[in-house]
């Protein structure tokens, strides 16, 4: 069992940053590939950002292509979105996941996710 917790989700201006924080629980968080989810208010959850077990590969949304980074520190458990350039259509709840990386989608098969984090960008 993989308890996953968010942090960092906030209100921020268009153009600003924030730095999302995903801490989980179990030991085996480096057997995982991890994801960052979002879901805006009536639209379905889509797919953000993952980066496989070790951190040497990564792959991104078209939509936040060049303006998020996935990263992940396996002795601290913790995964991360830093998020820059932020624009109002960014504005979701995001959710990370621990599942498996696919080299063409990201993340398939997701096994744990955490409660989310409410992400605001005013404009």
């Known amino acids: 069992q993989v308890q996953l917790v968010e942090s960092g989700g906030g209100l921020v201006q268009a153009g600003g940053s924030l730095r999302l924080s995903c801490a989980a629980s179990?030991?085996?968080?480096?057997?995982?590939?991890m994801g960052w989810f979002r879901q805006a208010p009536g639209k379905e959850r889509e797919f953000v950002a993952a980066?496989?077990?070790?951190?040497?590969?990564?792959y991104y949304a078209d939509s936040v292509k060049g303006r998020f980074t996935i990263s992940r520190d396996n002795a601290k458990n913790t995964v991360y979105l830093q998020m820059s350039s932020l624009k109002p259509e960014d504005t979701a709840v995001y959710y990370c996941?621990?599942?498996?990386?696919?080299?063409?989608?990201?993340?398939?098969?997701?096994?744990?996710w955490g409660q989310g984090t409410q992400v605001t960008v005013s404009s």
């Open positions: 980066i496989s077990r070790s951190g040497g590969n990564t």
């Open positions: 179990a030991r085996t968080f480096s057997t995982y590939a």
């Open positions: 996941a621990a599942g498996y990386y696919n080299a063409h989608k990201g993340m398939v098969g997701a096994d744990y």
